[in-house]
């Protein structure tokens, strides 16, 4: 069990519809990365936020939007779902002073 | 922007044998670390071992270690001993020390790795 907590683990939804993935962080963690891994591909990197504020963006398209709550869970919102947003979504926190990331169990997006 | 590239994008290895996967990358950095990710069936990332870019010794973790070559920005994962369990996705991964925003991990596109009995 990595400590990082995410919801739903799994969600079908239609195209065009708008969904909401949680994340709460391993305790103590302020820093939440999200990344979207699509079937047998890597992990790409969508945003990170530290603390409550964003801190980088990477390939995170204009549909979606996250945020951080002053409790350090955060929300991953896509909206306007199309087929190609099937994915399995990553929350991460940061831990150590090394900076490596553990990851959640991840919530896997099936848009019909 | 850093590139994490893994060449073999699947990999076989008997039970009891050892298995070598590759990694390469690219900075122009000189401060980072570098991290081994195993993906099971069960889609879970799980940290497998971790290399800081200005310590020279390789990194080991049990039947798990790295060649790491920086000058030629290259991040191996030696197996040994494999095990049924060890098969999975393996991801190579970087990530700056560089004090600025983000230090996000950049991942390559993973390894699949067999195991036969």
């Known amino acids: 069990d990595s400590g990082v907590t995410q919801t739903p683990k799994h969600l079908i939804t239609a195209t065009g519809q708008r969904v909401t993935l949680r994340c709460s962080p391993r305790s103590g963690d302020l820093s939440v990365y999200w990344y979207q891994q699509s079937l047998d591909q890597g992990l790409q990197f969508l945003i990170q936020?530290?603390?409550?504020?964003?801190?980088a963006k990477g390939n995170i398209l204009e549909r979606f939007s996250a945020q951080q709550f002053p409790d350090l869970h955060s929300e991953l919102n896509l909206s306007s779902l199309e087929l190609g947003d099937s994915a399995l979504y990553f929350c991460?926190?940061?831990?150590?002073?090394?900076?490596?990331?553990?990851f959640g169990e991840g919530s896997r997006l099936t848009v019909l | 922007a850093q590139t994490v590239t893994q060449s073999q994008p699947e990999m076989s290895v008997q039970e009891a044998e050892t298995v070598t996967l590759s990694c390469t990358y690219d900075?122009?950095?000189?401060?980072?670390?570098l991290f081994w990710y195993k993906q099971p069936p069960s889609r879970q990332m799980i940290l497998v071992i971790r290399q800081e870019a200005y310590k020279q010794q390789n990194a080991t973790e049990n039947r798990f270690s790295v060649n790491f070559q920086k000058a030629a920005k290259s991040f191996s994962l030696k197996i040994s001993d494999s095990q049924l369990g060890d098969a999975a996705m393996y991801f190579c991964a970087y990530r700056s020390n560089i004090n600025n925003a983000g230090n996000m991990l950049t991942f390559g596109g993973g390894t699949r790795l067999m195991v036969k009995p």
């Open positions: 991460a926190s940061r831990g150590g002073y090394t900076g490596e990331l553990f």
């Open positions: 900075t122009s950095e000189s401060d980072y670390y």
């Open positions: 936020y530290y603390n409550g504020e964003e801190r």
